[in-house]
């Protein structure tokens, strides 16, 4: 047996009050004269037997009372089997310091118990142990071994962060850590201060490490309501000067209580465009339309908020996206073009039209477009289809219109390079139009709705038909009466082939002459743009790539007193851009160069946004269903000392030498009041 506080030992020197009360009597006689004492001897003689009896028995209580109400101070416990094997400790510590950590509990805030808790269990180790420090940021040099002394200095200095981190994640970088630098010889523990957060404590997902004790220290509150901005998208991915908008938000309500006529503002540029409230159902989501049109062009920097104390980090919630001031519009023939084509762009400001033959065509302008027209091509050379699929996969949009006679060979080559259908043979059958997939962006703006079935519709004289097969992501916008396709959409790695089955020649037909023509080719230019994430999430998106990006001069993400000139790397056509740690509070940045003014939305990451937490219960229930090594401790006012002693060094005895104690002090009491 071994005592966690050898040094209360000491006070055992009080048992020898007792044993000197009982062997000296301080007790001051009357003497008083009998005649006749013969009586008196005999009672004398009795007395004195349980006297002595009594007077022994009470000593004894106060012994043992004395002694067991020491022992529980200085805490017996009996030593684990591998206890004193082990040369040193090895302890990993994890502090959650994400923002759920900065709800406040009966200690203040609970990062700030957490940090008390972990220096007390630090303090609580030999000057010879060695620990690991581990919070959320992962910063570099974070997984070294460090002394008692440099963990306590590293967890005084931790504060809020917004990264968010998967607890199977903190536990795979620390058991790194401790099993790269133990031995047979070390002792490791792994010991978890969080609130325990069910979005973010995966605990099926631990890898289980036999050698290595584990214990969670809950810190929580029982404060658990929240109510948040979750996302946001638009109705219309393509945005365009003095168009009307329709912004969708998703509220969550993590509460019991129903909420109504809650507040919500939009802001635009730094200008509030479209105040709203919502109402919502306990513990239940609701989306909010928002209403507005575009009034400027360029980069638009928008921010959702709403108010919610006392966790405001998921408040407010931001996005961005682009009004292009130009749209490029490049066509590639064989001879001189039909103007059926040009026409439609030539007279609008917002094109940027251009038009060459295959003989004059520079290779270059291809990657500049954003929409780009092979129109009535017979063949495709393999430089001109290499060129189109780099284009293509980086997000282009490309239209191919076939020739009146075409190489079938060659559009197989190519459009198989693109992995869509190709062609199989002309069919010269006049057939009318008879189907428009009227949900299609490219045609939900032309229609309200779906038309009558007597609409009139193109009539085609001749088309190609269309390889049977399973292809990429395939949209069928124009079908004719014998369910052949006439135009048809493919999703091609982040770009977009609309693939037409007829020339663009008026003897194919009256297609190009028909009303439904123009907002045909002129929407397929319109959503063409760019469209870059709308958000990102802080910690999530470390690695941005994007398209498109000249990175001449510095490069720079900057927004109001801030800036950061990340790394970055050119991949192929595509610039990879390193934000990782560099970006740690949610807002609208700008990402800029000599030729770049392209806006950045970042968001803290939602998962922290529900606070529902495990308890200690189902913690143990999910570890003993994982078969993982771990233990929870609930000391919310015992000594973490105590409770790492009761854990890690075996079987402790105090609480029995309370129960004795005082159990042997009402036997003296007894003893004093009972036995006359």
């Known amino acids: 047996m071994k005592f966690a506080y050898p040094e209360f030992l000491f006070a055992l020197f009080a048992i020898a009050i007792p044993i000197i009360i009982h062997l000296f009597n301080f007790r001051k006689f009357k003497k008083i004269y009998f005649s006749n004492v013969r009586f008196l001897r005999e009672v004398k003689k009795e007395s004195q037997s349980k006297s002595k009896l009594k007077h022994l028995l009470i000593l004894a209580s106060r012994i043992l009372a004395i002694t067991f109400l020491v022992f529980a101070f200085a805490q017996p416990f009996v030593p684990s089997a591998n206890l ?29 118990e957490a940090k ?20 959320n940021k992962f910063a570099t040099g974070s997984q070294r071994l460090l002394t008692a002394d440099e963990a306590i200095t590293k967890i005084e200095e931790l504060e809020i962060t917004s990264e968010t981190r998967l607890l199977s994640t903190v536990f795979s970088r620390i058991t790194e850590s401790l099993n790269s630098t133990s031995n047979d010889k070390t002792s490791k523990t792994i010991v978890v201060l969080s609130d325990l957060q069910q979005s973010t ?27 948040y901005v979750d996302s946001c998208w638009f109705e219309n991915p393509t945005h365009l000067y003095l168009q009307q908008e329709k912004l969708l938000v998703r509220i969550k309500n993590h509460s019991n209580q129903d909420l109504e006529n809650i507040p919500l503002k939009l802001y635009l540029n730094d200008k509030l465009i479209a105040p709203a409230s919502f109402s919502v159902k306990a513990n239940d989501k609701t989306i909010v339309t928002l209403n507005y049109q575009n009034h400027t062009k360029g980069t638009q920097a928008g921010k959702i908020e709403l108010s919610d104390a006392p966790v405001t980090m998921d408040d407010a919630f931001y996005f961005s996206y682009l009004i292009a001031s130009t749209i490029d519009v490049l066509e590639i023939t064989e001879k001189e073009a039909l103007p059926n084509i040009k026409a439609i762009f030539s007279t609008d400001s917002l094109f940027k039209f251009s038009s060459y033959a295959t003989e004059q065509l520079d290779y270059s302008a291809i990657k500049r477009s954003n929409l780009v027209v092979l129109n009535g091509l017979t063949n495709i050379s393999s430089g001109l289809a290499s060129s189109i699929k780099s284009f293509v996969e980086n997000g282009g949009s490309l239209v191919v219109i076939p020739a009146k006679e075409i190489d079938f060979n060659s559009y197989q080559t190519f459009l198989s390079l693109l992995q869509t259908n190709h062609f199989t043979s002309l069919d010269t ?21 779906k038309p009558e ?62 009303a439904i023509f123009v907002p045909t080719i002129y929407n397929m230019a319109m959503l063409s743009q760019l469209n870059y994430p709308l958000f990102y999430t802080i910690g999530k998106n470390d690695v941005l790539t994007l398209n498109h990006i000249e990175n001449e001069g510095s490069l720079r993400i900057t927004t109001t007193n801030f800036e950061l000139i990340p ?57 003993i269903s994982n078969q993982l090594n771990l233990a929870v401790v609930e000391s919310k006012n015992a000594s973490l000392k105590s409770a790492i002693n009761e854990l890690q060094n075996g079987t402790t005895y105090w609480k029995i030498c309370i129960i004795l104690a005082l159990l042997f002090l009402a036997i003296e009491i007894a003893l004093i009041k009972l036995f006359r």
């Open 453 to 514: 079935s007597n609409i009139n519709l193109p009539t085609v004289n001749a088309h190609y038909k269309l390889s049977a097969g399973a292809t990429n992501y395939r949209n069928n916008l124009l079908l004719l009466k014998n369910g052949e396709a006439v135009l048809t959409e493919y999703k091609i790695e982040k770009g977009t082939v609309y693939l037409s089955s007829i020339c663009f020649d008026e003897s194919a037909g009256n297609f190009v002459k028909h």
């Open 84 to 112: 004193g094997t082990n040369v040193n400790n090895v302890v990993g510590i994890y502090i959650d310091n994400s923002f759920s950590m900065e709800s406040v509990g009966e200690n203040g805030s609970l990062l700030s």
């Open 116 to 135: 008390t808790k972990a220096i007390e269990l630090v303090k609580s180790y030999a000057k010879t142990d060695q620990f690991v420090v581990c919070d």
């Open 567 to 623: 790394k970055m790397k050119n991949e192929m056509e595509n610039t990879a851009i390193f934000v990782t740690n560099g970006v740690s509070k949610a807002g609208n940045y700008l990402l800029q160069s000599a030729t770049t003014n392209l806006g950045l939305a970042y968001n803290y990451n939602r998962l922290e946004s529900d606070l529902t937490n495990y308890s200690a219960e189902e913690i143990t229930d999910l570890a």
């Open 201 to 227: 404590s995966d605990i099926a997902n631990i890898v289980s490490d036999s050698t290595i004790k584990t214990y969670f220290f809950p810190v929580q509150t029982s404060e658990k309501t929240n109510l």
């Open 429 to 449: 059958t006049s057939l009318k139009v008879s189907e428009v997939n009227y949900t299609h962006p490219l045609y939900a703006s032309v229609f309200e709705g």
